[in-house]
T-cell receptor, first 115, second 112 residues
Framework: NAGVTQTPKFQVLKTGQSMTLQCAQDMNHEYMSWYRQDPGMGLRLIHYSVGAGITDQGEVPNGYNVSRSTTEDFPLRLLSAAPSQTSVYFC??????????????FGPGTRLTVL | DAKTTQPTSMDCAEGRAANLPCNHSTISGNEYVYWYRQIHSQGPQYIIHGLKNNETNEMASLIITEDRKSSTLILPHATLRDTAVYYCIVSSRGTNAGKSTFGDGTTLTVKP
């Protein structure tokens, strides 16, 4: 299993540009989440999904959109990038009914800089 | 979900036990205590979780007080590679475990 994969690893955007951060998992997890981590701080939840076709907002959803058309993929879209969105973005997945386990597995992160 | 309080930083000598405390005085009866760690800038890594009994796995031990208002993560023989930020999280099981609130955690520095 590859686990949770994220692309790209690094990205530089100009203010106002849009882009999509990709996240995929091959563990058949039902639950997927997006977090952002600013320098020296903990993780803050942006959006999450409890299954295909179901998404909801976390603590800091403004400026981001998500969709979950398949169990495996959970892309995060930045609509109009702003310097305040400069951060490291982590995707996580968890919860497999077959294992009755719910610890989160995190991807390696995408480091985004908005100029 | 209940909030947690952790010390900002701790030091530990290599080879000694590292004991990381966490206060969660508002924990509910159906909420578990989870521990994760983040090494440098990597994604967080799950360590252990528990409800009310003490738990042990290959990475660490988790001691939860009888009133469940606090817990301690124990790394029995800390190595330099255990230097990381450790997060204590309280959450109910299942889908709620995937939308956890991560605080600022404890930065553990293991020294030679």
């Amino acid at each position: 299993n590859a686990g949770v994969t994220q692309t790209p690893k690094f990205q530089v955007l100009k203010t106002g540009q849009s882009m999509t951060l990709q996240c995929a998992q091959d563990m058949n997890h039902e639950y997927m989440s997006w977090y952002r981590q600013d320098p020296g701080m903990g993780l803050r939840l942006i959006h999450y999904s409890v299954g295909a076709g179901i998404t909801d907002q976390g603590e800091v959803p403004n400026g981001y959109n998500v969709s979950r058309s398949t169990t495996e993929d959970f892309p995060l879209r930045l609509l109009s990038a702003a310097p305040s969105q400069t951060s490291v973005y982590f995707c996580a997945s968890s919860y497999s009914k077959s294992r009755a386990a719910d610890e989160q597995f995190f991807g390696p992160g995408t480091r985004l800089t908005v100029l | 979900d209940a909030k947690t309080t952790q010390p900002t930083s701790m030091d530990c000598a290599e080879g000694r036990a590292a004991n990381l405390p966490c206060n969660h005085s508002t924990i509910s009866g159906n909420e578990y205590v989870y521990w994760y760690r983040q090494i440098h800038s990597q994604g967080p890594q799950y360590i252990i979780h528990g409800l009310k009994n003490n738990e042990t796995n290959e990475m660490a031990s988790l001691i939860i007080t009888e009133d469940r208002k606090s817990s301690t993560l124990i790394l029995p023989h800390a190595t330099l590679r255990d230097t990381a930020v450790y997060y204590c999280i309280v959450s109910s099981r299942g889908t709620n475990a995937g939308k956890s609130t991560f605080g600022d955690g404890t930065t553990l520095t293991v020294k030679p």
